[in-house]
């Protein structure tokens, strides 16, 4: 075969092969129902009730060929949703780890996708441009169904809730929309925001730069209230009953009365937190950057134990009823004990963890550099 | 194929060679460190054992950099990072981790190829632990921009620009300090402050570091320190840094810009009203250059001032006679002894450099000569040095200060460990007397009345003002040491009156140093201190004239220039009185030991190579046809080391790859005073040679080589080498080709103290001297001598103007003799390049290089353009090529522009007439010339 037939042969592999298949998904079954979005529910809820064991057996690794941000998978019956900085968003076979499609953006995707009722709803930083792109796109049909530019950049998560979903701008701009692209209300804070906003009853509750708490009523975008705290917060709020949950620049994480609008006590960590609070029914667990790890009571906000693990905890940990399992961007995955803080076991992965821990029919995933995500099944004893 | 061609022989024959090829300076490898490495848990610290008490501190203070780091950065560096400490900055010089020279300003840097940190330690703990937090600011920051971009897989491997760069481990490293105030003060109230759009035309200046770090200042009051972050999460986004900052900070650059030059006026022009350039309050006394070290000296019949200066571009000593002025007021310095052009002198260590005089005139000054420094006393009545003084464990020596008796002479000097301390010399016995000995900075010592006791300055502060420098006595009958200021301020330079009846210091008390007044209550004990000055920017020293007048060295306008002032003319209400409030603690401060950082290790270095860089490269081209090849360089981490290994293939048919492979593979070693390498290589093809044969031709060649390098000192080198090889040759097509085994030996000498504009020498000389032999030793097919004798001699006629001349003479004599090349804009200009060839050359050029235009600037609607520096030249230039006889003479005269290209390459045109027929007439017309390259 002549040097040129060679050449476009090979020209036209790596056009194919570059070129995704886009996401085409037949059927979801009406009730099933999985981790949709970041931390599963709007409330943030990383907590599992069942009690896992610390062995792993490897099920599979997909290597995306891109790169996470500090974010998390989302899962819905068999699919695995993630979005890359390199604006690709993926979808796997959860079981098996076998690509299904992939959609092509030019910019980055910094949050986990959404996943509605025959939508998927991912946010593009846009290369080269200050505005962002919200997609919705409907998976059934396997057509973006809309497209809206927004000013600004997306590094929050999204919410999504009753066929709505709610967008957070790093600029402090609120957003509701409904699945059909139309925007409902825009609230505008006016301050830098890098927050995981979280609901509660019918306010979403976010947090700033300034320190400050915002509660915004769902339906029409009204501010119900804006309290500062706090020097600054760059982490996001998580909501347990009447109570919130978020950690400050400065390393206290506060806990605030939602009903009272007031704190009813902060704990000092010592280091700038970036992660979300997580919490069970009684405790409430978070990392610092200095790589310190806790557990506080929830009531009182009395510190039960402390781990040091020396790396950089910014990413949420993923509760058990009797582990947490930990994410260290120092290239680990630590499990812990819930009752008194040790490690009794941990996973060497040799490159940054940058996802948060979701966990779905007894498998555990873990995304680190560069773009690799790995499913490990839980072995019960 | 003459590019790999020319790589093989530039490897054969300059291998080891400094800067230039031909010339250059060289990095002198004194001292042999026995290299041993500490590990900490993120580190591998490199260290030599006479100074494991500082690097300890040093790893300890790297760990506690690396916990706050990764919490400002939101990143961790997942490598080990290696840190390279030397104990001194004479040391420190002589690392071979980067290829070039260390200015004496450059206080440690971060490297790319292997990511290592090297850092000298200068005798302070607290500047120590700057420099580390600076550097490990870089390396978080290339390290965080580098996963940005390669995470949204962007292929372009920009860093953000210098002054972001350069900031930010300002920013992130230490607070806003005296000299960072300094620095602004001086570029807002002398307008030569350049705001974002313009901050590249101050690209790598000092004035760069202190503006980006300042506006990072702004932006974390104006906007959030959130945001600096986010400019380089944001970093991929956009192409240019501009777009990336006006994303991140909301605002259009030219606002921001807009914004932040009006914080700076609203902070500095008040300061107007109750501060004074020094130009205002003080009569200057010298306009040009950097002048500093002051010392006022006085006869009967002589009134003088002796100090260190820059000038021209080499520090020397200087004299101003302040009785001879001219019709203007102003005075005419003389040169007294001439610095940085030989080894005795080679570095005066500006700006720390200081002198003092004695009542015999007998001037003390320190310089660096070879290995160490060296204190020199020189008589000014002879002209002539009287007495060097070089110890082996002292390292840097500073600010000598002759006893009242001129007996006795007190300095601080740093030794192996590090540590920098107080020393007296006695001058009759030449016993060296040790005060002090431990970590603690002493510095800028002066005898106090009757030289019972010593004046000193030092950061062993203790409790609330802990490593401030305060000044300190020490009692010579005691042998103890007390406090003499506590205060949160820092001083430096004190001196006593004539009469020894006060004590003045400089002290930044009010943001930036100038001269106080060291109080005494009825006792005769300090109690405070007064402010008699009020300078906008720095006083760095002052020598006193009488009891009250005083000659400053001020820093404005970005130069230290000379002011003459009368203390007893400032008003009492202009004088500030700050009492001593506290009580000092007696006991010194100490450092948190390396046990209390987590686990580490230690033994001695061993040598593993990693990789430097590699390239590959595919040519396609007409004559040759395609070839393909590689480079690697592989060296250890202190780059002592070097391996590289070439490998080219020129086969033109599928049948003659494996034959047709070229390579080279060289060991260099520089880890000793003498440099070495050798290497072995083979070279097949066709190739074209012009100093061989006008046409092209085959050739194949394989063998050896080995070189020696011995520098001499700086200036100066011996070079040596010597090549076999088996060469078989088809020239001019001749297909019974031509056999040698070629022996090849030389010999050169080579002196280089040049100082360079940015278009080539301006000053001093340069000399080449050559002798070799080539020959055939199976085949007796070639012998011949070699001779080169190139000379270069720069004649300075003002600061920016030159005569430069050169004579050189190229001889190969013999069989098979090589020809050597002319022509062209680099020797006789207007000639075609390289048109002219003969086994003898003899050149002859004489120049006139000047400044032509300092800025020119184009400015279109969408886009400037500025081309700073543009120089000019006048030259002569003689010549004449032969072989067997001398043919005929051939010249130019012509005028030319030169613009270097950011100090990387030279763009240079010229314009004239040749002089043809043997010298005899011009030629009609003129040529004009383009072409790239440095003046000669």
Same mark, same amino acid.
């Given at each position: 075969m002549?040097?040129l037939r060679?050449?476009?042969?090979?020209?036209?592999?790596?056009?194919?092969?570059s070129?995704?298949?886009w996401?085409?998904?037949k059927?979801?079954?009406?009730?099933s129902?999985?981790?949709?979005?970041y931390g599963?529910?709007?409330?943030?809820?990383?907590?599992?009730p069942?009690?896992i064991?610390d062995?792993l057996?490897?099920?599979?690794?997909a290597d995306?060929?891109?790169?996470h941000?500090?974010?998390?998978v989302?899962t819905?019956?068999?699919?695995l949703?993630?979005g890359?900085l390199?604006?690709?968003?993926?979808c796997y076979?959860r079981i098996?780890?076998?690509?299904v499609?992939e959609?092509?953006?030019?910019?980055?995707?910094?949050?986990?996708p959404?996943?509605?009722?025959?939508?998927?709803?991912?946010?593009?930083?846009?290369f080269?441009?200050k505005y962002?792109?919200?997609?919705f796109?409907?998976?059934?049909?396997?057509?973006?169904?809309h497209?809206?530019?927004?000013?600004?950049?997306?590094?929050?998560?999204?919410i999504?809730e009753?066929?709505?979903?709610?967008?957070?701008?790093?600029?402090?701009k609120?957003?509701?929309?409904?699945?059909?692209?139309?925007?409902?209300?825009?609230y505008?804070a006016?301050?830098?925001t890098i927050s995981i906003?979280?609901?509660y009853?019918?306010q979403i509750?976010?947090?700033?730069?300034?320190?400050?708490?915002?509660?915004?009523?769902?339906?029409?975008?009204?501010e119900?209230?804006?309290?500062?705290?706090t020097?600054s917060f760059?982490?996001g709020?998580s909501v347990?009953?009447?109570?919130?949950?978020?950690?400050?620049?400065?390393?206290?994480l506060?806990?605030?009365?939602?009903?009272?609008?007031d704190?009813?006590?902060k704990f000092?960590?010592g280091?700038?937190?970036?992660?979300?609070?997580?919490?069970?029914?009684?405790?409430i667990?978070v990392?610092?950057?200095?790589?310190?790890?806790?557990?506080?009571?929830?009531?009182?906000?009395?510190?039960?134990?402390?781990?040091?693990?020396?790396?950089?905890?910014?990413?949420?940990?993923?509760?058990?009823k009797n582990?947490?399992?930990v994410?260290?961007?120092?290239q680990?995955?630590?499990f812990?004990?819930?009752?008194?803080?040790?490690?009794t076991n941990s996973i060497?992965?040799?490159?940054?963890?940058?996802?948060?821990p979701?966990?779905?029919?007894?498998?555990?995933?873990?995304?680190?550099d560069?773009?690799?995500?790995?499913?490990?099944?839980?072995i019960?004893? | 194929?003459?590019?790999?061609?020319?790589?093989?022989?530039?490897f054969?024959f300059?291998?080891?060679?400094a800067?230039i090829?031909?010339?250059?300076r060289n990095?002198?490898?004194?001292d042999?460190?026995d290299w041993?490495?500490?590990?900490?848990?993120?580190f591998d610290?490199?260290?030599y054992p006479e100074f494991?008490?500082?690097?300890?501190?040093?790893?300890?203070?790297a760990e506690?950099?690396?916990d706050?780091?990764?919490?400002k950065?939101?990143h961790?560096?997942?490598?080990?990072i290696?840190?390279?400490?030397?104990?001194?900055?004479i040391?420190f010089?002589?690392t071979n981790?980067i290829p070039?020279f260390?200015?004496?300003?450059?206080?440690?840097?971060?490297?790319?190829?292997?990511?290592r940190v090297?850092?000298p330690?200068?005798g302070?703990i607290?500047k120590f632990?700057h420099?580390?937090?600076h550097?490990?600011?870089?390396v978080f920051?290339?390290?965080?921009?580098?996963?940005v971009?390669?995470?949204?897989?962007?292929l372009?491997?920009?860093l953000?620009?210098?002054?972001?760069?350069?900031?930010?481990?300002e920013?992130?490293?230490?607070?806003?300090d005296?000299?960072a105030?300094?620095?602004?003060?001086?570029?807002?109230?002398?307008?030569?402050?350049?705001?974002l759009?313009?901050?590249?035309?101050?690209?790598?200046?000092?004035?760069?570091?202190?503006?980006?770090?300042?506006?990072l200042e702004?932006v974390k009051e104006?906007?959030g320190e959130?945001?600096?972050l986010l400019?380089m999460?944001?970093?991929?986004?956009?192409?240019?840094?501009?777009?990336v900052?006006?994303?991140?900070?909301?605002?259009s650059?030219?606002?921001?810009?807009e914004?932040w030059?009006?914080h700076l006026?609203?902070?500095?022009?008040p300061?107007?009203k109750?501060?004074y350039?020094h130009?205002i309050?003080?009569?200057?006394?010298?306009?040009?250059?950097?002048?500093l070290?002051?010392?006022?000296?006085?006869?009967?019949?002589?009134e003088s001032?002796?100090?260190?200066?820059?000038v021209d571009g080499y520090?020397s000593?200087y004299?101003?006679?302040?009785l001879?002025?001219?019709?203007?007021?102003k005075?005419?310095?003389?040169?007294?002894l001439?610095?940085?052009?030989?080894?005795?002198?080679?570095?005066?260590h500006l700006p720390?450099a200081s002198?003092d005089?004695n009542?015999e005139?007998i001037?003390?000054?320190?310089?660096?000569?070879?290995?160490s420094?060296?204190?020199?006393l020189?008589s000014?009545v002879?002209?002539?040095?009287?007495?060097s003084?070089?110890?082996?464990n002292l390292?840097?020596i500073r600010?000598?200060?002759?006893?009242?008796?001129g007996k006795?002479l007190?300095?601080?000097?740093?030794?192996?460990?590090?540590?920098?301390?107080l020393?007296?010399?006695?001058?009759?016995?030449?016993?060296?007397?040790?005060?002090?000995?431990d970590?603690?900075?002493d510095?800028?010592a002066i005898?106090?009345?009757?030289?019972q006791?010593?004046?000193?300055?030092?950061?062993r502060?203790?409790?609330?003002f802990?490593?401030?420098?305060n000044?300190?006595?020490?009692d010579?009958s005691k042998?103890s040491?007390?406090y003499?200021?506590?205060?949160?301020?820092?001083f430096s330079?004190?001196?006593f009156t004539?009469?020894?009846?006060e004590?003045y210091a400089n002290?930044?008390?009010?943001?930036?140093?100038?001269?106080w007044?060291?109080e005494?209550?009825?006792?005769?004990?300090?109690n405070?201190?007064t402010?008699y000055?009020h300078f906008?920017?720095?006083?760095?020293d002052?020598?006193f004239?009488?009891?009250?007048?005083?000659?400053?060295?001020?820093?404005?306008?970005?130069?230290f220039?000379?002011?003459?002032?009368?203390?007893?003319n400032?008003?009492?209400?202009?004088?500030?009185?700050?009492a001593f409030k506290?009580?000092p603690?007696?006991?010194?401060?100490?450092?948190?030991s390396?046990a209390?950082?987590?686990?580490?290790?230690?033994g001695?270095?061993?040598?593993?190579?990693t990789l430097?860089?590699?390239?590959t490269?595919?040519?396609?081209?007409?004559?040759?046809?395609t070839?393909?090849?590689g480079m690697?360089?592989?060296?250890?981490m202190?780059?002592?080391?070097q391996?590289?290994?070439?490998?080219?293939?020129?086969?033109q048919?599928s049948s003659d790859?494996m034959s047709?492979?070229n390579?080279?593979?060289?060991?260099?070693?520089?880890?000793?005073?003498?440099n070495?390498s050798?290497?072995?290589f083979?070279?097949?093809?066709?190739?074209?040679?012009?100093r061989?044969s006008?046409?092209r031709?085959?050739?194949?060649?394989?063998?050896?080589?080995?070189?020696?390098?011995y520098?001499?000192?700086?200036?100066s080198?011996?070079?040596?080498?010597?090549?076999?090889a088996y060469s078989?040759?088809?020239v001019?097509?001749?297909?019974e080709g031509r056999?040698?085994?070629?022996?090849?030996?030389?010999l050169?000498?080579?002196h280089?103290?040049?100082?360079? &504009?940015g278009?080539?020498? #301006?000053? @001093?000389?340069?000399?080449r001297?050559?002798? *070799?032999?080539t020959k %055939?030793?199976?085949?007796?097919?070639a012998?011949y001598y070699?001779?080169?004798a190139?000379?270069r001699?720069?004649f300075?006629?003002a600061?920016?103007?030159?005569?430069?001349?050169?004579?050189?003479?190229f001889?190969n004599?013999?069989k098979?003799?090589?020809?050597f090349?002319?022509g062209g804009?680099?020797d006789?200009?207007?000639?075609?390049?390289w048109?002219?060839?003969?086994?003898?050359?003899?050149l002859?050029?004489?120049?006139?290089r000047?400044?032509?235009?300092d800025?020119l600037?184009?400015?279109f609607?969408w886009l400037? &353009?500025?081309f700073p520096g #543009?120089r @000019?030249?006048?030259?002569?230039d003689?010549? *004449?090529?032969?072989? %067997?006889?001398y043919?005929?003479?051939?010249g130019?005269?012509?005028?030319?522009?030169r613009?270097s290209?950011?100090?990387g390459?030279?763009?240079?045109?010229?314009?004239?007439?040749?002089i043809?027929?043997?010298?005899?007439?011009?030629?009609?017309?003129?040529?004009?010339q383009?072409?790239?390259?440095?003046?000669?």
């Open positions: 002549g040097f060679k050449l476009l042969i090979i020209i036209l592999l790596i056009i194919l092969n070129c995704g298949g996401i085409k998904i059927k979801i079954p009406t009730d129902r999985d981790n949709l979005m599963n529910t709007p409330q943030r809820d990383f907590y599992i069942i009690e064991s062995s057996e490897f099920s599979w690794e995306t060929k891109g790169s941000a500090h974010t998390a989302t819905v019956s068999r699919f949703f993630i890359d390199a604006g690709r968003l993926i076979n098996t780890g076998k690509k499609g959609l092509k953006n030019d910019g980055d995707i910094s949050i986990a959404a996943i509605g009722k025959y939508r998927l709803v991912y946010v593009v930083n846009e080269k441009e962002s792109t919200v997609v796109y409907d998976y059934i049909v396997g057509k973006i169904r497209e809206i530019e927004l000013p600004g950049k997306f590094v929050n998560e999204l999504i009753n066929e709505f979903v709610y967008l957070l701008s790093e600029e402090g609120l957003y509701k929309y409904n699945m059909k692209g139309e925007q409902e209300w825009m505008d006016k301050c830098l906003p979280a609901v009853k019918e509750l976010f947090n700033n730069a300034k320190g400050e708490i915002i509660a915004v009523e769902k339906n029409f975008g009204k119900l209230y804006r309290k500062k705290i020097k760059e982490s709020i347990s009953d009447e109570k919130a949950f978020l950690g400050d620049t400065e390393g206290f506060f806990c605030f009365d939602c009903e009272k609008r704190i009813e006590w000092d960590t280091s700038k937190i970036r992660s979300l609070a997580v919490f069970d029914n009684t405790n667990f990392g610092n950057l200095n790589g310190d790890f806790f557990s506080v009571s929830k009531t009182d906000g009395k510190l039960n134990w402390k781990t040091e693990t020396g790396g950089l905890l910014n990413t949420p940990a993923l509760v058990f582990l947490v399992v994410p260290d961007q120092d680990k995955v630590y812990i004990n819930k009752e008194d803080g040790v490690i060497e992965f040799g490159k940054r963890v940058k996802l948060a979701v966990y779905s029919d007894n498998t555990l995933f873990f995304g680190a560069r773009g690799i995500i790995y499913a490990y099944k839980i019960m004893n | 194929m003459k590019k790999c061609y020319l790589i093989i022989f530039l054969l300059e291998s080891i060679s800067q090829f031909f010339f250059g990095k002198v490898q004194y042999d460190f041993q490495i500490l590990k900490t848990e993120h610290v490199y260290y494991e008490e500082i690097a300890e501190i040093g790893a300890a203070f506690e950099t690396y706050d780091l990764k919490v950065f939101n961790i560096i997942t490598r080990r290696p840190l390279i400490f030397y104990n001194s900055h040391h010089q002589q981790t070039g260390i200015p004496e300003g450059v206080g440690g840097f971060f490297e790319f190829m292997k990511g090297v850092i330690y200068i302070s607290k632990r420099v580390i937090n550097e490990l600011v870089h920051m290339r390290s965080k921009v580098y996963n971009q390669r995470d949204h897989r962007s372009d491997p920009k953000p620009p210098l002054w972001f760069t350069e900031g930010i481990a920013f992130w490293s230490t607070k806003w005296t000299k105030e300094m620095i602004m003060r001086d570029a807002m109230i002398n307008n030569i402050f350049f705001p759009k313009y901050i590249y035309q101050i690209n790598g200046t000092f004035l760069m570091y202190k503006e980006g770090q300042n506006f702004f104006e906007y959130e945001k600096i400019m999460e944001n970093f991929w986004r956009f192409h240019k840094f501009s777009e900052i006006e994303f991140t900070l909301g605002e650059i030219t606002k921001i810009d914004k030059t009006f006026k609203q902070k500095y022009y300061l107007m109750n501060k350039p130009h309050s003080a009569n200057k006394l010298t306009t040009k250059g950097f002048n070290s002051p010392r006022y000296y006085k006869t009967a019949s002589e001032l002796y100090y260190i200066g820059n520090a000593i004299k101003i006679d302040l001879d002025k001219d019709e203007d007021g005075y005419d310095p003389e040169i007294i001439r610095g940085e052009k030989e080894t005795v002198f080679e570095k005066f720390d002198i005089i009542d005139k001037l003390a000054f320190v310089t660096k000569s070879g290995s420094d060296v204190l020199h020189y000014l002879s002209e002539e040095i009287v007495n003084f070089q110890y082996n390292i840097n600010s000598p200060k002759f006893s009242s008796d006795s007190l300095f601080n000097a740093s030794d192996r460990k590090g540590y920098s301390d020393f007296i010399l006695d001058l009759e016995k030449f016993n060296l007397q040790r005060l002090t000995n970590y603690f900075d510095k800028e005898w106090g009345k009757n030289d006791s010593i004046v000193f300055v030092s950061d502060t203790n409790g609330q802990s490593q401030k420098y000044l300190f006595t020490y010579l042998n040491i007390d003499l200021t506590y205060t949160g301020a820092d330079s004190p001196h004539p009469d020894f009846s004590l002290c930044d008390y009010d943001g930036t140093f100038n001269i007044k060291i005494k209550d009825d006792l005769g004990n300090y405070g201190i402010q000055t906008v920017t720095s006083v760095f002052f020598t004239v009488d009891s009250s007048k005083i000659i400053t060295s001020g820093f404005e306008n970005f130069s220039q000379f002011y003459l002032l009368d203390l007893e400032i008003p009492d209400t202009n004088k500030h009185y700050l506290q009580e603690v007696k006991h010194n401060w100490e450092i948190n390396l209390k950082m987590g686990p580490v290790s230690s001695s270095y061993g040598k593993s190579y430097d860089y590699a390239y490269q595919l040519i396609t081209d007409p004559l040759y046809g070839r393909g090849g690697l360089a592989l060296s250890d202190m780059g002592d080391d391996f590289l290994f070439f490998l080219y293939n020129t086969a048919i790859v047709h492979f390579f080279l593979v060289s060991r260099i070693n520089r880890k000793h005073r003498i070495y050798y290497g072995l083979r070279y097949i093809g066709d190739r074209y040679d012009i061989v006008n046409s031709y085959y050739e194949e060649s394989y063998g050896g080589f080995v070189s020696l390098l520098p001499l000192s700086t200036f080198r011996i070079e040596t080498g010597m090549s076999m078989e040759r088809d001019d097509y001749n297909y056999k040698a085994v070629l022996m090849s030996n030389t050169s000498y080579v280089d103290n040049s100082l360079w &504009l278009t080539g020498p #301006i000053d @001093g000389t340069r000399i001297l050559l002798v *070799g032999y %055939d030793i199976q085949y007796n097919n012998q070699s001779f080169i190139d000379y001699k720069y300075r006629i600061e920016r103007s030159a005569i430069a001349t050169r004579a050189a003479l001889i004599e013999g098979e003799a090589r020809r090349i002319a804009s680099w006789l200009r207007g000639w075609r390049r048109s002219l060839r003969g086994e003898k050359l003899w002859s050029s004489v120049e006139l000047f400044p032509l235009i800025q600037q184009i400015k609607p400037g &353009l500025g #543009i @000019g030249a006048l030259y002569f003689a010549g *004449g090529v032969w072989n %067997d006889e043919e005929e003479t051939l130019s005269v012509g005028m030319g522009i613009f290209i950011f100090r390459f030279v763009l240079r045109y010229d314009i004239g007439k040749k043809e027929d043997n010298f005899s007439k011009f030629q009609n017309s003129l040529f004009y383009f072409f790239i390259g440095w003046d000669f």
